[in-house]
């Protein structure tokens, strides 16, 4: 089996970080928008594609209170040109504002927005946008790595949304809790899928349909027009839709909940029958690879998983084929090879062990169909 032909690939490892160049907006009123951030640097800054999501408004996750703006470049010596930029027009007398305060405006680093967008995360040293662990302290347990985010921090972010009345903040402000959202998928180093469980990515993941699920009911009954718009409610789906480390099952349950066409799911390289991977936690199917060839793949692991239960003793295999009646069976018995056993040491594993696990039973169950074929 060679790799380059293999058609599945660990999906959250293919994530890159990428070390744009970078700006500091200090001093932001709350309220400040996305679009005013953009309109205070100036048409000509080359700041990155709106695809890219370059604009972070930073927000506390627990208060929902508004921190300072960064913004990324195509380059750094872009981003050192918009801060020379307007270093010249405070030194003419012409004092950029936003809102009614002036601008601190300064060149940053990758290190300082991560460390910022991801404040609980204890025990790392950012080198631009990859984290480095640093070694375990005995004396200072509560300074050691336990994630990049924390489930309570998601559950608040949906707080803000549903009741946003207790959150002031939020209230002035409806579209920072969704942001924040965006701008944490985006820059969520995927990549480190050995520091990363499967119970942490949960987290995120079920925060984002609820926010989108907020996000379209408030669409729905116009509760505010001009912040919370179709256009924002495209972003947020859009960068879960590209998340690498969503699944094509997870992907398939924000297609659903917001009525994804099939041109679109086909845009974002959705597998067919993406609700039917849903025993695969890590791995999906190689982007740019035939989907026919992916599925003809699916067939024989499903075809030979099959025939081996047939060769299980009868009590064995009845308590399997009495399993199976309860789950999809798209995959065949690929669950049963991968051997998952739910629970918190399951919640606990990492990416990249369940990624182990998965590509280990695909290479069982392949090597026994073209070694016995």
């Not at 309220?31 to 000509?44: D, K, S, Y």
């Not at 939020?170 to 579209?175: A, E, F, L, T, Y």
């Not at 520091?195 to 609820?210: D, F, H, N, V």
Request: include cysteine; charge should be negative; charged fraction near 25%.
């Amino acid at each position: 089996m060679d790799p380059s032909n293999f058609p599945f690939v660990e999906s959250a490892r293919m994530a890159k970080p990428m070390n744009w160049g970078i700006i500091k907006l200090k001093n932001i009123p709350f309220a400040t928008t996305r679009a005013e951030v953009i309109a205070f640097l100036g048409r000509n800054s080359k700041i990155l594609n709106d695809s890219d999501e370059g604009v972070h408004i930073i927000m506390d996750k627990v208060t929902s209170k508004t921190m300072d703006a960064y913004v990324e470049f195509v380059s750094l010596e872009d981003a050192m040109r918009a801060v020379e930029r307007h270093r010249l027009n405070v030194a003419s007398g012409r004092f950029a504002r936003l809102g009614d305060r002036a601008i601190d405006v300064e060149v940053t680093s990758q290190g300082h927005l991560m460390k910022d967008l991801f404040p609980i995360a204890r025990g790392v040293f950012w080198y631009g946008a990859v984290p480095e662990i640093l070694p375990y302290k005995h004396n200072e347990p509560w300074d050691n790595f336990k994630g990049f985010i924390s489930e309570e921090e998601m559950v608040m972010l949906v707080k803000h949304v549903e009741v946003p009345h207790r959150s002031p903040f939020s209230r002035d402000c409806p579209q920072r809790p969704y942001e924040c959202m965006i701008s944490t998928i985006k820059k969520f180093p995927w990549f480190r899928t050995d520091c990363i469980t499967i119970k942490e990515r949960e987290a995120i993941y079920q925060a984002t349909l609820s926010l989108i699920r907020q996000l379209t009911r408030s669409i729905l009954f116009q509760e505010d027009t001009s912040h919370l718009t179709p256009l924002l409610l495209r972003r947020l789906v859009s960068v879960a839709m590209f998340c690498p480390a969503f699944t094509p099952c997870m992907k398939d349950g924000i297609a659903w909940m917001t009525n994804m066409q099939a041109l679109d799911m086909e845009y974002y390289q959705l597998p067919r029958f993406s609700n039917s991977w849903r025993h695969q936690y890590a791995i999906g199917p190689k982007p740019g690879f035939p989907l026919d060839l992916v599925e003809w793949y699916v067939a024989v692991i499903r075809e030979q998983s099959s025939r081996d239960i047939l060769s299980l003793p009868l009590r064995e295999r009845a308590e399997l084929q009495h399993q199976a009646e309860q789950t999809d069976m798209y995959w065949g018995y690929f669950w049963s090879e991968v051997g998952y056993v739910m629970g918190p040491q399951f919640d606990d594993l990492t990416l990249a062990e369940a990624a182990k696990l998965e590509f280990a039973a695909i290479e069982r169950i392949l090597t026994r169909a073209f070694t016995q074929n």
